[in-house]
């Protein structure tokens, strides 16, 4: 890849779909500057942290964004723990983390994976490289989200019908038991005339 390629705006395929907002913490100016102008140039909201401090506070505040960018060395933390703590807020809480690293080795990467990365970047990230991963991360992200609200609506629907089910049965048994209550006792009231003129 050239500088060039860093500078150039990806193509509509590839570009936020609407205000996607992205968090990135980088200790290093220059990097949190090349991840701000690229996600800049593709439409994203960005927001730069220099500590993963910083960036929790405003996660409280603001929200759940639609990506997280987490360089592996922080001032005040591990890239890795921090990435723990954000995937630990909950399912519903939860979006995709690409991790920045210059760190290639295996255990490394499975290491991060196991904390809850996403996606690794190499330092200095590629600008097409970088669009191509948070598209489909943030799509993907979205479609799972998607999946499971449906399969919350199917659940609820499964209850109402199993509710509905067995309010049926119910109502078939009641009529069941009345009938036979009430055919020995209308036995009864058809005869009372007969009753009356015997005794």
């Known amino acids: 890849s050239t500088p060039s390629d860093n500078l150039r705006p990806p193509a509509e395929v590839l570009r936020a779909r609407g205000r996607e907002r992205v968090l990135v913490v980088d200790p290093y100016p220059y990097n949190r500057a090349l991840l701000e102008a690229q996600l800049v140039r593709a439409g994203y909201e960005v927001e730069v942290?220099?500590?993963?401090?910083?960036?929790?506070?405003?996660?409280?505040?603001?929200?759940?964004?639609?990506l997280y960018i987490i360089s592996d060395t922080?001032?005040?933390?591990?890239?890795?723990?921090?990435?723990?703590?954000l995937v630990g807020r909950g399912e519903d809480k939860r979006a995709p983390v690409i991790v920045t690293a210059a760190r290639r080795d295996s255990a490394f990467r499975i290491a991060g994976l196991s904390a809850g990365v996403d996606y690794y970047l190499r330092k200095p990230v590629n600008g097409v490289e970088l669009f191509t991963a948070a598209r489909i991360l943030v799509d993907r992200h979205r479609l799972v989200d998607d999946l499971r609200r449906a399969l919350g609506e199917?659940?609820?629907?499964?209850?109402r019908l199993v509710q509905h089910a067995k309010m049926a049965a119910l109502g078939q048994l009641v009529a069941g038991v009345a009938h036979e209550i009430n055919t020995p006792l209308a036995a009864v009231v058809n005869n009372n005339d007969l009753f009356l003129r015997i005794f």
């Open 49 to 66: 942290f220099s500590d993963g401090a910083s960036l929790l506070a405003r996660v409280e505040v603001s929200g759940t964004p639609a």
């Open 74 to 85: 922080l001032p005040d933390t591990h890239g890795f723990e921090l990435v723990r703590r």
């Open 154 to 159: 199917l659940r609820t629907t499964q209850g």
